[in-house]
C-alpha cells in the first residue's frame, strides 16, 4: 500500500478551499428574481432588490400587472414602519413564517391608522400582523387583500371582496368576503359573507356551510 507523502494533507486542504471558494462564487453571484424584493433586517440593502423597510420594497415595484405579478418577502424580523404600509396591486406580501415575520404598529399608536393598506389582487401570506393594543381594538388591515396561513391580532380587520383562509384574527369586519378554516374572536359585519369551517376564539364553531 502507498503511503502519502508529506504534502497530501496540504493538497487536501487546498481541495477544500477551492470548492469552498466555487461555492461561495456561486452564492454570492445568485441574483434576485426581477420580480422579487427581499426584505432583511439584518443586511445593507441595495435598493434595488434588496431593503430593510416593507415600504422601500414596494415603493420601488412600478410595472407590477396581471401578467407580472410580484412578491415583496419578508425574512425573520419585528418590523415597525414609520407610516402606514400601502400595499399595490399585483403585489404579495410573503413572510419567512407567521411565527418569525411580525409587523407591528408601534408607530402608528393612538392614531387609530391600519399599519397595512391593503389593495385588490393582493396576498398576505405567513405574517403576524399585531395591532395597537393600547387602543383596543385598533385596526390592522383595511382594504382588499387574501390572508392565508397568518395570524392577525389584537386589532380590527377591515376588508370587503377578500378571502381570509386558515388564519387567525381578532375582530373582523368583511362583507362579501370568503371565510375559510380560520379562527375569528369577533365578527362585526356578517352579511354577504360565506362562512366555512370557521372558529371563534374557544374553537366553537361559528358557522359551517
Not at 48 to 61: D, E, G, K, P, Y
Not at 91 to 113: F, K, P, R, Y
Not at 120 to 143: F, M, Q, S, V, W
Not at 171 to 177: E, F, G, M, V, Y
Request: hydrophobic fraction near 40%; aromatic fraction near 6%; charged fraction near 15%.
Amino acid at each position: 500500500m502507498k503511503r502519502l507523502g508529506k504534502s497530501s494533507p496540504c493538497i487536501i486542504i487546498l481541495v477544500i478551499l477551492l470548492y469552498a471558494t466555487a461555492f461561495a462564487e456561486q452564492t454570492i453571484n445568485w441574483k434576485i428574481p426581477h420580480n422579487v424584493r427581499i426584505v432583511q433586517k439584518s443586511t445593507k440593502p441595495d435598493g434595488v432588490r434588496t431593503f430593510n423597510s416593507i415600504q422601500a420594497a414596494l415603493n420601488s415595484i412600478t410595472n407590477a400587472s396581471p401578467t407580472n405579478r410580484h412578491i415583496v418577502k419578508i425574512m425573520p424580523g419585528i418590523y415597525s414602519e414609520p407610516f402606514q404600509i400601502q400595499m399595490k396591486p399585483f403585489v404579495d406580501i410573503i413572510g419567512a413564517s407567521l411565527n418569525s415575520s411580525i409587523i407591528l404598529t408601534e408607530n402608528l399608536l393612538g392614531h387609530g391608522i391600519a399599519p397595512i393598506l391593503g389593495a385588490e389582487n393582493t396576498l398576505l401570506k405567513d405574517l403576524t400582523i399585531i395591532g395597537d393594543t393600547a387602543n383596543y381594538p385598533g385596526r390592522c388591515l383595511e382594504g382588499n387583500s387574501i390572508i392565508i396561513d397568518s395570524v392577525i391580532a389584537d386589532c380590527m380587520v377591515l376588508i370587503s371582496d377578500s378571502t381570509v383562509k386558515n388564519s387567525i384574527i381578532g375582530r373582523i369586519s368583511a362583507s362579501n368576503s370568503f371565510l375559510i378554516n380560520s379562527q375569528l374572536k369577533y365578527i362585526y359585519d356578517a352579511s354577504r359573507k360565506k362562512i366555512i369551517n370557521c372558529y371563534d376564539s374557544s374553537f366553537n364553531p361559528i358557522y359551517n356551510q
